[in-house]
């Protein structure tokens, strides 16, 4: 898929935006989407709303877009007020972001993934600002953008070799909230072993699934602040760029301290084995072949894996969110 140009992305957005809306008409019967300031979609429902509005919803936009710019981000979502009606706001930006797909050609599918991960917010019931554990939240997103992203474009695109490695960063740097990495990680495993064929799932479906992952895969606050403190106690583990040798191999030396607890060392292995990084280290550096050699002991004496479903046994989301299902939950054996 090469890059889209602008006219391409507003129209698979639109037309995105239009099949989610008649997926969820209770939901988003208040949804608008922009694209760098431009509406692209106006749900029916509040077309008359807005153009009465016309002047608060432009500096809405406005500020929305600023925002956006200033903090780099690539989409957001929110709930917004006008009129005194609240509406449901998704903003993206035409940004490159290669968080969920790294190849160069790989535009379109990341800014889709994006947009349906804002969406994920607003249709995944666990995905909800309300959701007392944010991360939670972040996980259901992200697996609702996983799995339209199979639906889209199939399993074979890069996204499950890169975005699960790709994100173990963000816990390691400080960033708790988008370790989302069992997440996907899951879902690659759905998606080998066929136990269900996440393409014929319906939009509804697919939230319920995302809801479902969400609620087993999510770590607790407790975990996520302890996998973040045994790294932020390395001094070399700073930079945001993650292609440094010398936090890489901080990153090993971490790993290697805390070996017998799985999470803090699946952590750094997700995080070790991202091509980017492994570039980065000297593998003819003594350190580095001595470290390497260490863990590979250990990985043989232990059994560990880098898959997630061992540390998610023993790491469920906090008490304060629901883990009960929905009423028509397809998905009980999974």
């Known amino acids: 898929m090469t890059a889209p140009d602008r006219q391409s992305l507003a129209a698979a957005f639109n037309r995105a935006a239009a099949d989610y809306r008649a997926s969820f008409p209770e939901r988003l019967g208040n949804l608008f989407v922009t694209l760098s300031s431009e509406r692209i979609y106006v749900a029916p429902e509040i077309a008359a709303l807005l153009a009465e509005n016309a002047a608060p919803v432009s500096r809405m936009i406005a500020q929305r877009d600023k925002l956006m710019r200033e903090m780099g981000w690539a989409a957001a979502a929110g709930l917004q007020d006008v009129g005194g009606a609240r509406l449901r706001h998704l903003s993206l930006s035409e940004e490159e972001n290669p968080r969920y797909v790294p190849a160069p050609d790989a535009h379109g599918m990341n800014k889709i993934a994006e947009f349906d991960h804002e969406m994920g917010?607003?249709?995944v019931r666990e995905g909800d600002a309300k959701n007392p554990s944010r991360h939670a939240a972040e996980c259901a997103a992200d697996a609702f953008a996983a799995l339209r992203h199979i639906q889209?474009?199939?399993g074979e695109t890069g996204f499950f070799a890169h975005a699960p490695f790709a994100v173990a960063k963000s816990v390691i740097f400080g960033d708790k909230i988008h370790y989302v990495s069992a997440v996907?990680?899951?879902?690659?495993?759905?998606?080998?072993e066929g136990i269900l064929d996440i393409r014929a799932l319906s939009l509804p479906e697919t939230a319920l699934l995302a809801g479902k992952l969400a609620r087993e895969y999510a770590l607790s606050a407790e975990t996520l602040g302890r996998i973040h403190a045994a790294y932020a106690a390395a001094p070399a583990v700073r930079n945001s760029a993650f292609l440094s040798k010398d936090e890489a191999q901080a990153v090993m030396r971490v790993m290697l301290e805390h070996r017998h607890d799985d999470d803090v060392y699946r952590a750094g292995k997700l995080y070790i084995s991202q091509a980017a990084v492994q570039k980065a280290l000297d593998g003819e550096d003594p350190e580095v072949?001595?470290?390497?050699?260490?863990?590979a002991r250990h990985e043989k004496e232990t059994g560990f894996t880098p898959d997630a479903a061992a540390a998610m046994d023993k790491s469920r989301?906090?008490?304060?969110?629901?883990?009960?299902?929905a009423a028509n939950d397809p998905f009980s054996l999974i």
Do not use: C, S
């Open 121 to 123: 917010h607003f249709v």
């Open 152 to 154: 889209r474009f199939g």
């Open 184 to 192: 996907f990680q899951k879902i690659a495993a759905l998606q080998k």
């Open 289 to 295: 072949k001595e470290m390497r050699a260490e863990m």
């Open 317 to 325: 989301v906090a008490a304060a969110m629901d883990k009960k299902p």
